[in-house]
Antibody, heavy 120, light 107 residues
């Protein structure tokens, strides 16, 4: 059974760095073809893809956010971590992690999401 | 970045209706197009991948098709649980991009 769960702070202040963890089970990120993405959704708005890390440690980022994002994995802990620097109120959103098998398929399993509010 | 344009942005329909949602890519994405359903306060759920392949466990009333850079999600007979927001997403190239969503409401 595949599960993913996001964890991290619910509230961050402007200019702070956000660190989110995605802890998963039911698959290994060392298996060829396995990838994990981070996707966010501001309240009432559309989904926005942020970053992806692959089984071979390749990393990919949203074009407009790439200077602020870092994605990493700890295969032994079954965890993927996303950091986003210089948080702003417009970064208030629900952040999801999701699995994708093979980089050109859909995200088949998603975490429940974590709402992060940026406010002073 | 590849732009994905969905239409309509909202749609009212009745149980039993046949509905279609369209997504247009700004350039060729072959068949690397996925459809998701999102119910309120829930994570998205993958319905269709590779333009027309039904994800395991998804009812057969959902189907997808492609014509060039135009993609269509069809629900053959709406059920009460289908009233939700639908998103397309291209997986042809990085960065992945989503459409702006289509909200399907009860008439």
């Amino acid at each position: 059974q595949v599960t993913l769960r996001e964890s991290g702070p619910a509230l961050v202040k402007p200019t702070q760095t956000l660190t989110l963890a995605c802890t998963f089970s039911g698959f290994s990120l060392s298996t060829s073809g396995m990838c994990v993405s981070w996707i966010r959704q501001p309240p009432g708005k559309a989904l926005e893809w942020l970053a992806r890390i692959d089984w071979d440690d390749d990393k990919y980022y949203n074009t407009s956010l790439k200077t602020r994002l870092t994605i990493s994995k700890d295969t032994s802990k079954n965890q993927v971590v996303l950091t986003m620097t210089n948080m702003d109120r417009v970064d208030t959103a629900t952040y999801y992690c999701a699995r994708v098998i093979g980089p050109q398929t859909g995200h088949d399993y998603w975490g429940q999401g974590i709402l992060v509010t940026v406010s002073s | 970045d590849i732009q994905m344009t969905q239409s309509p942005s909202s749609l009212s329909a009745s149980v039993g209706d046949r509905v279609t949602v369209t997504c247009r890519a700004s350039q060729s994405i072959s068949s690397y197009l996925n459809w998701y359903q999102q119910r309120p306060r829930k994570a998205p759920k993958l319905l269709i991948y590779a333009a027309s392949s039904l994800q395991s466990g998804v009812p057969s009333r959902f189907s997808g098709s492609r014509s060039g850079t135009d993609f269509t999600l069809t629900i053959s007979s709406l059920q009460p649980e289908d009233f939700a927001t639908y998103y397309c997403q291209q997986s042809y190239s990085i960065p992945y991009t989503f459409g702006q969503g289509t909200k399907l409401e009860i008439k």
